[in-house]
């Protein structure tokens, strides 16, 4: 029995669908003991004939297309030992299929991250330097006093009797506030005539800076804190200090604000944004004086922006930082972090305290005149020594400190995000896709394609079935 077969010189991949066009037919038999899936066909083209540009063939009776696997030469026959080409053979049936795609060369989705390729050693680096929101200098900067407040001074009708009253004051105001405070000729206020009194023995009686209980230096100024400053009359205790240089406090936690655009990966257009996300992108933030720390790239996707949010008690120095994604309503959190942010300025009096010293010395004289009265001659030396020892105790100088140290360091460094790519190697989409993960209908997805589970339902037999569904899980190109 002969049959028609036509035969085609066809390049084409083993895992692809493609068919050939045109061909030449011959009438052919079809070897004893051979079967359709791997047939073997006897072809008389004469001795002068050779098929050796034939490569490919189909069999209409057969409804099947064939790769040639071997020619051989049997006189004036040539045999050809052929394979079914189930892709094509069954183009039509996989084509009209629904399935599910792990990976595709026509289309993907960018946000599934493609584990296909390593990376390359070397990142890429992305560094965002930027000034803080408070930035100044000692003397740009604000000093907060907290100031022991009397409300019997006329003028003053906010602060009460021993509580603490604080104030803005620039460089200009400290400095006159403290030189009132030490100007001995304001001390008559108190009912005491200490013109004839020396410099130290009227210090030794009052101490005015006892009366600033606290002083902070803050990195801001007047327009970042939205006041104005202007010439107060401050009420301290018992002073009425004019021509200082504030303004009384009204809010103690002005906001610092600051953004930076998230910088998309450099791969993350021609790659998908999943470049943007773990283990490619990484984000590190150093910010000055609250630490470094790592934010997690995945709380940046679809963001555009990273906000931080800077509060500081200004009566106090303390520094909170809000570093967050989004919007404030809806914000994702990176970072909630606290810092010393402000300064403590130690304010300071040295004194001797020569009343004291008198007082200590009058007693050890006196002890000592007792003692020798008595009869007791080592008594009085011994209490004659003790009120020496007093006396030189007592007039040695004492100095009245207010305020803990701090560091004006960190507040001169600027702050970094820092954003580190990894870098993929090169991608083949056009040979291995890239991720889908959906259904399809696999004729409307040309290309390269990998299913998985290809449980497909075609009318083939066992064998072809299972080459069908080898080629589906192993990735074929829909062509």
């Given at each position: 029995m002969s049959f028609e077969v036509r035969f085609y010189s066809f390049s084409k991949k083993e895992n692809s669908t493609a068919v050939p066009s045109g061909g030449t037919s011959y009438q052919?038999?079809?070897?004893?003991?051979?079967?359709?899936?791997?047939?073997?066909?006897?072809?008389?083209?004469?001795?002068?004939?050779?098929?050796?540009?034939?490569?490919?063939?189909?069999?209409?009776?057969?409804?099947?297309?064939?790769?040639?696997?071997e020619w051989i030469n049997e006189g004036p026959l040539w045999s050809?030992?052929?394979?079914?080409?189930?892709?094509?053979?069954?183009?039509?049936?996989?084509?009209?299929?629904?399935?599910?795609?792990?990976?595709?060369?026509?289309?993907?989705?960018?946000d599934i991250v493609d584990a296909l390729y390593p990376c390359k050693a070397e990142p890429t680096y992305n560094i965002i330097q930027q000034n803080p929101p408070f930035r100044r200098t000692a003397t740009t900067g604000m000093f907060v006093c907290?100031?022991?407040?009397?409300?019997?001074?006329a003028g003053d009708t906010t602060a009460q009797i021993g509580s603490l009253k604080y104030y803005y004051l620039d460089l200009a105001g400290l400095a006159t506030l403290c030189s009132y405070l030490l100007n001995t000729n304001n001390y008559s206020g108190?009912?005491?005539?200490?013109?004839d009194c020396s410099l130290e023995l009227q210090k030794s009686l009052i101490d005015p800076m006892q009366y600033i209980k606290s002083c902070v230096w803050i990195p801001a100024n007047a327009t970042d804190l939205n006041i104005t400053l202007s010439n107060q009359t401050i009420y301290i205790n018992g002073w009425n200090?004019?021509?200082?240089?504030?303004?009384?406090?009204?809010?103690?936690?002005?906001?610092?604000?600051l953004e930076v655009t998230i910088p998309a990966h450099p791969d993350a257009a021609s790659r998908g944004a999943y470049m943007n996300m773990p283990p490619y992108t990484a984000v590190y933030f150093t910010v000055p004086p609250y630490g470094d720390f790592e934010a997690d790239a995945q709380t940046l996707a679809g963001e555009t922006k990273i906000t931080l949010n800077e509060y500081i008690d200004v009566t106090n120095g303390k520094g909170i930082l809000d570093v967050f994604a989004g919007s404030s309503g809806s914000k994702k959190t990176i970072a909630h972090l606290s810092a010393m942010r402000g300064v403590n300025i130690q304010l300071s009096q040295i004194t001797t305290d020569y009343i004291g010293a008198t007082s200590a010395a009058v007693g050890g004289v006196a002890g000592a005149i007792g003692a020798a009265v008595f009869g007791d001659i080592a008594g009085a030396i011994g209490s004659a020594v003790g009120g020496i020892a007093n006396a030189a105790k007592a007039a040695a100088p004492k100095v009245s400190t207010m305020g803990g140290g701090g560091c004006f360091m960190e507040n001169f460094f600027d702050w970094y995000v820092v954003f580190k790519f990894m870098r993929p190697v090169d991608d083949d989409n056009s040979h291995h896709g890239r991720p889908l993960c959906k259904n399809i209908k696999i004729s409307n997805y040309p290309g390269y394609l990998l299913i998985q589970d290809a449980d497909i339902a075609i009318n083939a037999t066992a064998d072809e079935l299972q080459k069908i569904r080898g080629y589906l899980e192993g990735g074929f190109y829909y062509e």
């Open positions: 052919c038999q079809i070897k004893r003991d051979s079967g359709i899936i791997n047939p073997t066909i006897l072809l008389n083209i004469g001795l002068t004939g050779a098929p050796a540009g034939w490569n490919y063939a189909y069999i209409p009776s057969f409804s099947r297309y064939y790769f040639i696997r050809a030992s052929m394979q079914c080409d189930v892709l094509a053979s069954y183009k039509a049936a996989i084509g009209g299929s629904t399935l599910y795609a792990l990976r595709s060369s026509y289309s993907y989705d960018g907290g100031i022991v407040a009397n409300s019997a001074n108190f009912g005491l005539d200490l013109n200090v004019p021509g200082v240089h504030a303004a009384p406090i009204s809010q103690i936690t002005p906001l610092g604000h």
